[in-house]
């Protein structure tokens, strides 16, 4: 099946710093979400990307499909944004759609004041 | 309702016993999907339902779990003689249609599981 891989697996930053996190995954997908899974576990999208760029406040991220990655930035980091960043991606199924997310790892970032 | 919903967000059950999950999805999602997330890894796909039919189980670990949806909304997660292995937050998805492409899936809070 195929494999999603996250990096950096842990992060720490200093309020105000910018960061990267990459997602590479093995085959071709239909879609790709980021998502934030904050301290008490609730599941936050942050974008639904299987292709180009979007952005959203302090974050944006880019999905290269034909070169299988996704990179989310964050900028100008906060506290708030302490938790765990999950890439979850739709693999496709000759053309159509296997329904089924399937997640990376995740990196752990911890902002600190 | 404004996002999907779980009860009960927390249960605790004695090996051996048998618990029902429950997931209200947002108001008009077609699509309706069960992850299982044990501690420090990302949620893993259980089963997926395109209205009231489960349209892949294949993430089912065995014959202890079930799930139906018998009107295509609210759905409900079975498991029967529970195991300790069987502690987990199960997350509960939901996304506007199945078909073609899957579409955005919103989760819900999760019932985090524990078996004694």
């Known amino acids: 099946g195929i494999q999603v891989e996250q990096s950096p697996p842990d992060l720490i930053l200093q309020e105000g710093a910018n960061s990267t996190l990459r997602c590479n995954f093995s085959?071709?997908?239909?879609?790709l979400q980021w998502f934030h899974q904050n301290p008490w576990g609730q599941l936050i999208n942050l974008f639904y990307i299987p292709s180009g760029t979007k952005q959203n406040g302090r974050l944006s991220a880019t999905t290269v499909a034909t070169e299988r990655y996704s990179l989310l930035y964050i900028s100008s980091s906060q506290t708030t944004d302490s938790g765990v960043y999950f890439c979850a991606v739709e693999g496709a199924n000759y053309g159509g759609a296997t329904n089924k997310l399937i997640f990376g790892t995740g990196t752990l970032l911890a902002v600190q004041p | 309702g404004a996002g999907v919903s779980q009860t009960p967000s927390n249960k605790v059950t004695e090996k051996g016993k048998y618990v029902e999950l429950r997931c209200d999805p947002i108001?008009?999602?077609?699509?309706l999907y069960w992850y299982r997330q044990s501690l420090g890894q990302g949620p893993e796909f259980l089963i997926y339902?395109?209205?009231?039919?489960?349209?892949?189980d294949s993430g089912l670990p065995n014959d202890r779990f079930f799930a139906v949806r018998p009107e295509g909304s609210v759905s409900t997660l079975k498991i029967q003689r529970t195991e300790r292995g069987d502690s987990a937050v199960y997350l509960c998805?939901?996304?506007?249609?199945?078909?073609?492409?899957?579409?955005?899936?919103?989760f819900g809070p999760g019932t985090r599981l524990t078996v004694l």
């Open positions: 085959d071709s997908v239909n879609n």
């Open positions: 108001s008009g999602h077609t699509a």
């Open positions: 998805a939901s996304s506007l249609t199945g078909r073609l492409a899957g579409g955005e899936q919103f």
């Open positions: 339902f395109q209205g009231t039919g489960a349209a892949d």
